[in-house]
């Protein structure tokens, strides 16, 4: 007769008493897949308590039995079982997090703030918000963090290492929760809806940005002017315009940008790349909002509007600019006459008077102009 072999594993609790959840007496002993049911109902003992889970005894019963069946008996584990969902947990130090998870408790409380947390790492790590402390460094360019997976995080964008791959359009990102965002544009997926206008939107992130629209909360304010700002990248941004900061440089021209983003579209006029069509008459932009403000030139839409005269706009800067011939606002200074302007661009046209720069060149002749509308005029003589 063979002997039949049969799989075990060890249950060995060893986390505070606060958070483990206490098993039955006989559940130190090593339980086989190939016991009665009945011995093994025996063993672990039968209590008519509701723990909180929709799961019956015997659907619990077969959970514990398949995970016998996954376990090497040649190790040892060190788990623990969850009465509330019903699920083993491989380590102890996880039972807390589950039960919280469960329960929903912020027992952590920051002392400045009032703001809470499940987890006292959670409040340790909200705490440096305060203190300005970012104890992780960077041992490349000495970069500092507040918490370790964002110093892992950055780590990879010195290796350029991006392992994950979009298996719709190849595009790669250097983490996992990045291509999770991504893919919902493929899949047109939107999970996080407002419950107070039912737009929806692919990031958490982005849905608690455009909550602040509803409640005006701008926690991110201006040290200098006292502007706010619904987030922080837009504090950061707007910082520049104080600073004088241009940290995105044209390796093709030198020209410096404040944004990433106004660089990407300026290095577009130096490859021709326009990829943003229009469906209805084939013409092609550098920059998607570009394209947003010619369609309204098919659709006739104008949707900004004065509120003094009613007159409408195709762009939002047109009905600002608008707005000063009521206000009378002149916000441009000519810094040597001190002459002053309603729109930039005028500034810009008449600061060339007094530095004598004729930027605008006839390709027939080569003469330069000031103004663009100049050099428009002039190229008429060569037409006849």
């Not at 330069?368 to 006849?384: A, E, I, M, Q, R």
């Amino acid at each position: 007769m063979l002997k039949q072999e049969t799989k075990t594993f060890m249950v060995t609790p060893s986390y505070e008493e606060k958070y483990y959840i206490e098993p039955e007496s006989n559940w130190n002993q090593v339980i086989s897949p190939d016991t009665p049911e009945a011995e093994i109902q025996d063993q672990e003992g039968s209590s008519d308590e509701d723990s909180g889970s929709e799961m019956d005894e015997e659907q619990i019963e077969n959970k514990r039995c398949q995970y016998n069946d996954s376990v090497d008996n040649s190790e040892q584990k060190s788990i623990c079982f969850c009465d509330i969902c019903a699920e083993f947990i491989p380590r102890n130090s996880l039972l807390p997090q589950r039960l919280e998870n469960h329960t929903r408790k912020k027992p952590f409380s920051c002392l400045t703030c009032g703001k809470h947390f499940s987890q006292k790492s959670f409040l340790n790590n909200h705490v440096r918000v305060h203190t300005g402390e970012r104890p992780f460094s960077c041992s490349i360019c000495e970069k500092r963090f507040t918490q370790k997976i964002h110093l892992t995080h950055h780590s990879t964008t010195h290796t350029d290492e991006k392992p994950f791959s979009c298996v719709t359009c190849g595009k790669t990102f250097r983490y996992k929760s990045s291509l999770k965002i991504h893919v919902r544009i493929h899949t047109g997926e939107k999970p996080f809806p407002c419950m107070t206008c039912g737009k929806s939107f692919n990031q958490k992130g982005n849905l608690i940005y455009h909550m602040r629209i509803h409640t005006g909360e701008m926690p991110f304010s201006c040290s200098i002017c006292g502007k706010g700002f619904t987030q922080r990248s837009q504090l950061q941004l707007h910082m520049r315009s104080h600073t004088g900061e241009k940290p995105f440089s044209c390796v093709t021209c030198g020209k410096s940008y404040s944004q990433k983003g106004n660089l990407t579209c300026h290095m577009r006029t130096h490859t021709g790349e326009k990829p943003f069509p229009c469906l209805a008459c084939g013409k092609s932009f550098t920059i998607k909002s570009l394209l947003n403000k010619h369609l309204r030139t098919h659709t006739g839409e104008r949707p900004f509007s004065c509120l003094t005269c009613g007159k409408s706009f195709l762009q939002k800067t047109h009905l600002t600019d608008h707005m000063r011939i009521h206000t009378g606002d002149r916000p441009f200074l000519c810094r040597t006459c001190g002459k002053r302007f309603l729109q930039k661009t005028h500034l810009t046209d008449h600061v060339r008077i007094h530095t004598g720069e004729k930027p605008f060149t006839c390709d027939t002749c080569n003469k330069t102009f000031s103004l663009k509308s100049n050099l428009n005029l002039h190229l008429k003589t060569h037409l006849g």
